[in-house]
């Protein structure tokens, strides 16, 4: 009997160190993939010429509301912190809470605000080309 519970202990022993391990691998979750802008427009095609990615970290004051603007290239971005809400030119809107992303829509005028009571913060990145901007303001 005893040696019944001396195998069972170390077995709970060993189980215990598989799950101590396991907090320490690596995670991986999917925030976004699509083809698709958020309101729901077919992405397009990337432009032709030499690649350049560029990664913005943007933080949006409280109460304040971005100008009306565009993107030429496709982007993606997670709200770090924060609220933030997108409306299109045509009325579209999308509410982001922090830890959100967006897959921005292209080529779409469109503005962001936010109407929080704390700084929202965004890392977006934008796959576009050199020589082409990222962003054309109204």
Known sequence: MKKL???????????????????NAVEVKVLAKT?????????????KGKPEV???RIKIPPEVQLSMHKHP????GVLLSGELTVVTESGKTLHLKSGDSIV???NTWHYGKNEGDKPAEI????????DMPITINK
């Open 35 to 47: 083809s698709i802008s958020w309101d729901g427009q077919v992405l397009p095609n990337y432009p």
């Open 104 to 106: 921005e829509v292209v």
């Open 54 to 56: 560029t990664i913005l």
């Open 123 to 130: 890392i977006v990145f934008y796959a576009g080309i050199s």
């Open 73 to 76: 290239v496709i982007n993606a």
């Open 5 to 23: 519970f001396y195998a069972i202990c170390l077995t709970l022993l060993l189980s215990s160190n598989v799950v101590a391990e396991d907090v």
